[in-house]
C-alpha cells in the first residue's frame, strides 16, 4: 500500500491531507503542522509530497512569472487563469511589510503568502524535488474534471459544490475534515485544495502525472519550475 500526501497553506499552518491507496484510497488522515519542516516529518513518512506553494524561484522578476505559471494560465483559460499568480522571486522573500512590495511587483495576494513561501524555499533542495512537488489546485481540478476548467470561483457557493462533487468521487472522508477545524485556522476552500493535492500525489506516485512545462527549466538554486498534474 503506498502512502501520499497532499498539503496546502492556511492560516493556521500547514494543512496535510495524507493517503493511503492501492488501486483505490484506503485510508486519509488530515494532519495540521504549525510548519514546513514538520510537514516534512510526519510519520510514517508519504512517499510524495504534492504542496501547493510555488517551488523554484526567479531571481529577477518577468513579466507573467515562471514559464510554469504562464503554461497553467493557458491551459486553465480565461475563466480560471487569474488563480495563478506570479509567485515572488527570491529577493523579495526577505520583505516583512506590505510597503515595501511594490518594488518587488507583488500585489496583495502574492504578499500574503510571502511567508509560505519563504518556509519552502529555505529547505528546498533539488535531492528533495524526488518526493516534494508543486502542485496547483486549479490545474488538479482541470484534470480531475476531464481537462474542464471550473467555471465558478472557488469562493462561491457554486464553485465550492462542484469541487466538493469532484473530490467525492474518489474521497470519503471529506465531511469528516470540513467538521474538524475551525473556519479561523483551515477554511473550506484548504481542505478541498489539500484534497486536490494528495489526488495529483497519487498520480505523481503512479507515474500518470504530467508537469508543466514538459522540460523545466532550474533556477538558482537548481530547482526545477514545474507545475505537477
Known sequence: MAC???????????????????????SEEAILCPGFREVLSISPRPRVFAVDVPIGLLEVREIGGRQCDRAARKVLGKQRSGSVF???????????????????????QSFSILGKVREVDEVMTPDLQYRV??????????????????????????????????????????????????????????????????????????????????????????LEMAIHY
Open 133 to 222: 512537488y508543486e502542485v496547483h489546485p486549479e490545474v488538479s481540478f482541470f484534470v480531475m474534471d476531464g481537462l474542464t476548467p471550473q467555471t465558478a470561483g472557488k469562493r462561491s457557493a457554486p464553485g465550492r459544490e462542484a469541487r466538493y462533487q469532484l473530490l467525492s468521487r474518489f474521497f470519503h472522508q471529506l465531511d469528516e475534515v470540513l467538521r474538524r477545524y475551525p473556519a479561523s485556522s483551515v477554511s473550506r476552500d484548504d481542505v478541498y485544495d489539500a484534497y486536490a493535492a494528495a489526488w495529483t500525489a497519487m498520480r505523481i506516485h503512479r507515474r500518470e502525472a504530467g508537469r508543466l512545462p514538459d522540460d523545466p527549466p532550474r533556477d538558482e538554486k537548481g
Open 4 to 26: 501520499v500526501a497532499g498539503v496546502d497553506g492556511c492560516r493556521g499552518g500547514w494543512l496535510v491531507v495524507k493517503v493511503e491507496f492501492e488501486d483505490e484510497v484506503v
Open 86 to 108: 506570479s509567485p515572488p522571486v527570491r529577493p523579495a522573500l526577505g520583505i516583512r511589510e506590505f510597503a515595501e512590495a511594490g518594488q518587488w511587483g507583488l500585489n496583495r
